[in-house]
Nanobody, 113 residues
């Protein structure tokens, strides 16, 4: 299916902001739903946010009010705007779509002072 590549991660201070991008590696990118996940050291991969083709969104309670997921089909890209970042947000962030069998390298986010 469609291959997605994450980018935009980096080192930020607590309270800072960062925008992640999830771009299709090919010319076709139209899955019904795309989701962001994250995996902190020693923890399971966890759901962060999702967005449907029609723009319906869903967020984990831990990021609700701070993160915003959006989708630009013209650019074949899904974004994750992360505001008011906390040290607990430190993780490798991944994007994927059903059936989510294969995973990419992800993009690491480190929130530290």
């Amino acid at each position: 299916q469609v291959q997605l590549v994450e980018s935009g991660g980096g080192l930020v201070q607590p309270g800072g902001s960062l925008r992640l991008s999830c771009a299709a590696s090919g010319s076709i990118f139209s899955p019904y739903i795309v989701a962001w996940y994250r995996q902190a050291p020693g923890q399971q991969r966890a759901f962060v946010a999702s967005i449907t083709r029609g723009g319906n969104t869903n967020y984990a309670d831990s990021v609700k009010g701070r993160f915003t997921i959006s989708r630009d089909n013209a650019k074949n890209t899904v974004y994750l705007q992360m505001n008011n970042l906390k040290p607990e947000d430190t993780a490798v962030y991944y994007c994927n779509h059903p059936p989510a069998i294969d995973w990419g390298q992800g993009t690491p986010v480190t929130v530290s002072s």
